[in-house]
Structure formats: C-alpha cells, structure tokens
C-alpha cells in the first residue's frame, strides 16, 4: 500500500531494486540506503521512522511556502473537479492559464510579455534554444545560433540543457550538442587570485567579449547564465559583473537570457534574482518556486522585442507541449503566487528573514577555522570550507568534506547541500526567525563535527 508501514529495510531494498537516482554512484547509495520522506509541514519534514529534519533547502530550491499548504492542494483539488487537463494546442485555451500570466505579467517588469509554459527548467531552457534560434530566423539573421554558457553553470539534465550548463561530468555522460561555448564562471574566491572582484568580475564578464569575437556576432544568438550560480556553488558574482555583461550582450545584439529557475520567485529579496543584481535580460527561464514544486511546471518569458518579431512576422510556431499550461499546475501556480503577495513574503526576505539569516551567519562562522567565505543574499547562502583564509587556500579534499558535513546535517536534523567544497542553503520564504536560528544552530554543528 501506498501509506502502509513498511519496515526501512523493506522500503529501500524496493527502492534499489527499481530506482536510478540522481546524481549518486547507486551501488554506494544503495549500501547506505536511502532516507525514506513521508511527510512535511511549513520547513519540516518526516522520515518513515518520524525522525524530523528542519530542511534548508526548500526541497530542491523550490517550495517557496514549505510543505502543508492546505490553500495550494485545495486550489488543485477544485481544478482537478471542474477540468482536470485541457491544452493550448492549436485554437483552444483556458482561464486558469490566461489568469496565471496576467499574475505573473504583472509581477514583471514592463518589457516582458509572452510566456511559454513548460514541465521543468530544463523543457524551459530546451524550448530556449528553439526560441532563441527561430527569433533570428525571422529577423533575417539565420546564423545566430550558438548559445554561450558557462562552466558549472546549471540548466538541466536533458541533452540539449546539459549542454548549454557547464557541468564536464554530465557532458562526459553524453550531454553534448553543436553551437553550444562556454565561458569561465565569475568565481573569485576560488579563481580571483591577486585581482580584486570588482577587477575580477570585468575579466570574467570580457570573456564573453573575446568569445562572442572569436565565434563571430552573427553566428552567436544568445548568453545564458543564472544570475546567481546555484548548483555550481551558490556563486554570487562580483558586482562589476552584470553590467558589463549587459554592455556587452547589447553591444553586439546578442540575447541575454537569465536562468531564474532558482532565483526567481522571492529568493534574494526580489521577485526574479536578475532585478536583485540590477540587469534586464531579454529572457527568463522559469520553474521551480513558479509553483512552490507542489505541481510541476516551468515558462520561458519573452521579452516584447523577441514576442513581437514572433508574432507579427514569425508565421508558424513548430513547438508544443502536452501538458504546456497544464490548468491544475496554473492554479497551483494562481495560489502560489497570490500567498507569496498575500503574505508579504518577498519584503519580508528582503527587509527581515533574509538579513536576519545573513547575519546569523556571520555571527556563528565569521571566525570559524573551516569557513573562508559566507556569500548569500535573502534566503540564499553559500559557506565557502577553506584551508588557508589568506591565500583562500582550498582543502584537496573540498569534496568530500562538503559531502561529510551534509551527512552530518542529516545526523542533526537539518539538510543543507554540499557542492565543490561549499554548504548551500535556500530555506523556504515563509521560514520565521526561530526556524531560521534551528537552521544555523544545526548548520553549526555539523560544520563543527566536519573539522
Ligand atoms: N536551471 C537551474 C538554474 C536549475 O537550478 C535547475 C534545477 O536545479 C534547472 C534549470 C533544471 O530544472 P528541472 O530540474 O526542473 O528540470
């Protein structure tokens, strides 16, 4: 039975022998076996066995509310009874679709209009490139084509966003297409050497100069980069960066297209993390917090300029999806969307939760011998494991410490992420001050027991 109580042993034996999981080695997992999740509250969540765990991660980046929300499964309750699936295929559409967009539109600023509603981030970085590429075929530019990434940067496990993402393990895996570059990542701590980051961030940021010269401007179409890097580190780029990036996307009319899967929806104290960092792309990928990931569901945005040539000139649009604004995920995202404004959510993590985490932060591991780094900004943050402060000296084993110190979390009760030698974590918008102190005492002793 779905609810029934099964042993742990039972449940993850079962899950061995039918489950490949993500992003694992599945014989060492299989020999630790894994955490069976049963049930949520607000950031809480409960294994099989009711041990709880405070979790700083909200899921994977996404339940912008916690877990539990009565308003959001009642929305999908009452969608579900009145029309369960219907499509915007061919001449039909819906109202909780069209009510989504006008919700989201005016959440947005005045330069986007158009939005193409997809499964995930990565369908909504795969319909990217087809967009992108169809935008200069109709303006008269057929050879802009090739996107620009950056190494470790994130946008999905299918082909083509893997390949756009800068991760060389997954590209090793078979996740390469043509007309896809990469540029260095804007990691200072790490990278900067003797440049200062304003200095480093202008270096990293005329890169894409250099590449977008040596690939030719008419053949490249687009620059995709998630404003703040998230699976890659929760990297937040030296301030100098974004707009030099900017100067130089509009400089040789190449389309700058953010990744807000993770940065959008409250996450910095923004609604969309590109407006935190003070830069205004011609694209947004969206998923994740779109929905709080109760349902799933992802849109690309399109900004006026590239919706009208589309429109107005573009004839025949050769995409569609299934489940493309499915209703029930658009109500969700209807109900998602209103308590985030209802609750004064976004404020609240720009004026009050969010600095009140950064600051904790500092407080608890400013002088911490492990710590080189605490970088963040509402309720996203990065702590940087560090063998010498002065040099930013990195442990030869960054890996596996982070590894160790998520374990450990586990051990206390709170899950964080650990990704090339930092601890990440993202609690949900709604967490309040307690919570948010249980997350950094928990933090706190995992890091100790790490050393
Ligand atoms: N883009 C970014 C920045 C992400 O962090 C992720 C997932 O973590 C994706 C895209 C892919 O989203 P999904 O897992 O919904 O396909």
């Known amino acids: ?36 999740i049963v049930r949520g509250d607000r950031l809480n969540l409960w294994d099989n066995e009711g041990k709880r765990y405070l979790d700083g991660m909200s899921g994977l980046w996404c339940t912008q509310l916690g877990y539990g929300r009565a308003d959001l499964a009642q929305a999908a309750a009452a969608q579900f009874a009145k029309l369960p699936y219907y499509n915007m295929f061919f001449h039909t559409t819906h109202p909780p679709v069209i009510e989504l967009s006008e919700l989201l539109f005016s959440l947005l600023p005045a330069h986007y209009s158009h939005v193409i509603y997809t499964n995930s981030g990565s369908e909504t970085n795969e319909v990217l490139i087809r967009t992108v590429r169809k935008f200069w075929q109709v303006e008269g530019k057929p050879d802009k084509k090739i996107m620009i990434g950056r190494w470790n940067g994130y946008h999905g496990s299918t082909l083509a966003a893997s390949a756009l993402g800068g991760m060389k393990f997954m590209h090793e895996m078979g996740g390469v297409i043509p007309d896809v570059a990469h540029i260095e990542e804007p990691y200072w701590y790490a990278k900067g050497g003797d440049l200062s980051p304003a200095e480093f961030g202008l270096q990293c940021a005329r890169q894409l100069e250099d590449k977008i010269l040596e690939l030719g401007a008419d053949r ?71 929905t709080s990931g109760y349902v799933p569901m992802g849109g690309l945005v399109l900004s006026k300029r590239i919706a009208n040539a589309l429109v107005e000139r573009g004839g025949l649009f050769a995409h569609g999806l299934t489940y493309s604004g499915h209703p029930v995920a658009a109500a969700v995202a209807i109900a998602n969307i209103q308590a985030i404004q209802n609750e004064a959510l976004v404020p609240q993590v720009k004026n009050d939760s969010g600095p009140y985490l950064q600051s904790l932060l500092r407080e608890v591991f400013s002088q911490h011998p492990l710590v080189g780094e605490i970088q963040g900004a509402g309720l996203v943050a990065a702590l940087q494991f560090t063998e010498d ?63």
């Open 1 to 36: 039975s779905i609810n029934g109580q099964r042993s742990t042993q039972d449940y993850q034996q079962a899950d061995a022998a039918h489950h490949i999981h993500a992003f694992l080695d599945q014989k060492a997992l299989n020999a630790e076996g894994a955490r069976v």
């Open 220 to 290: 490249v179409a687009g620059f995709i980069a998630e404003p703040f890097q998230g699976a890659g580190g929760m990297i937040f780029p030296p301030e100098s960066y974004w707009p030099e990036i900017q100067r130089i996307c509009r400089k040789y009319d190449v389309l700058l297209c953010a990744d807000e899967v993770i940065g959008g929806f409250g996450r910095t104290g923004e609604w969309f993390a590109h407006q935190h960092f003070g830069f205004e792309p011609d694209t947004l990928s969206l998923a994740k917090g779109l």
């Open 389 to 451: 402060k002065t040099t930013r000296k990195r442990f030869a084993n960054e890996n596996e410490l982070a590894w160790r110190c998520r374990t450990l979390g586990f051990e206390e009760g709170v899950i964080i992420r650990s990704t090339l030698g930092r601890m990440i974590m993202a609690p949900a918008l709604i967490a309040n001050r307690s919570e948010l102190e249980e997350l950094v005492e928990k933090t706190q002793k995992a890091v100790d027991r790490t050393a």
